[in-house]
């Protein structure tokens, strides 16, 4: 069974840090893309960062750029988020997927339970 499960959020002040992990199994994980979303309330999901299977593409979303970091390690089958110089405007639940291919371009498939990320002002 394909599972993924995102942890390491948390409530965090502005400007501060965060790194969100997304743990997989039941895939061979470094065979396969792993994106993070997120989900703001009121907001419809969007695509905050990818990482090709092997880990010589990234993608940001530009309100991400130069902020967050993303890496993976595919001994521990695990994605890394770092977030630094949070804003009150990343509050969300963030998601990793599984893509369903080795790039960024191709769908993604399994989806992980969401993690809250608050950031207070």
């Known amino acids: 069974e394909v599972q993924v499960v995102e942890s390491g959020g948390g409530l965090v002040q502005a400007g501060g840090s965060l790194r969100l992990s997304c743990a997989a199994s039941?895939?061979?994980?470094?065979?396969?893309?792993i994106g993070w979303f997120r989900q703001a309330p009121g907001k419809e999901r969007e695509g905050v960062s990818c990482?090709?299977?092997?880990?010589?593409?990234?993608y940001y979303a530009d309100s991400v750029k130069g902020r967050f970091t993303i890496s993976r390690d595919n001994a521990k089958n695990t994605v890394y988020l770092q977030m630094n110089s949070l804003k009150p405007e990343d509050t969300a639940v963030y998601y990793c997927?599984?893509?369903?291919?080795?790039?960024?371009?191709?769908?993604?498939?399994?989806w992980g339970q969401g993690t809250q990320v608050t950031v207070s002002s």
């Open positions: 997927a599984a893509g369903l291919g080795h790039t960024c371009s191709d769908d993604f498939g399994s």
């Open positions: 039941g895939f061979t994980f470094d065979d396969y893309a």
């Open positions: 990482i090709s299977s092997s880990s010589r593409s990234t």
